[in-house]
């Protein structure tokens, strides 16, 4: 069982920055790769990065790429900070991981990740 809190979320104008942090408890030792999903209102739940534990691989939506950076300063806590925010970054972020023992490597992929954590709401305004 694994935890997730995520943390960080909420209103900024355009072309401001936050930064999410999703700290994870629990059994973390099984843990291979971590994520953020978004969601926006009547829409369905869209990748937007992951990183890997062990040699903090990155990957984006191409979206997000040049202004949305993931990290992973301890192994406990992964962050996504958010650059030059735009309306259409307006969601619920949900971090999630995935357990090393399942994972297939389709990293964007909602059905790879086993634990989600609640969500934070980051509203963009212009």
């Known amino acids: 069982q694994v935890q997730l809190v995520e943390s960080g979320g909420g209103l900024v104008q355009a072309g401001g920055s936050l930064r999410l942090s999703c700290a994870a408890s629990?059994?973390?030792?099984?843990?291979?790769?971590a994520a953020w999903f978004r969601q926006a209102p009547g829409k369905e739940r869209e990748f937007v990065a992951a990183?890997?534990?062990?040699?903090?691989?990155t990957y984006y939506t191409d979206s997000v790429k040049e202004r949305f950076t993931i990290s992973s300063n301890t192994k406990n806590t992964v962050y996504l900070q958010m650059n030059s925010l735009k309306p259409e970054d307006t969601a619920v972020y949900y971090c999630?991981?995935?357990?090393?023992?399942?994972?297939?490597?389709?990293?964007?992929?909602?059905?790879?990740?086993?634990?989600w954590g609640q969500g934070t709401q980051v509203t963009v305004s212009s």
């Open positions: 990183i890997t534990w062990s040699n903090r691989h």
């Open positions: 629990g059994r973390t030792f099984s843990v291979y790769i």
């Open positions: 999630a991981v995935a357990d090393g023992g399942f994972y297939s490597g389709s990293y964007a992929a909602e059905y790879e990740y086993d634990y």
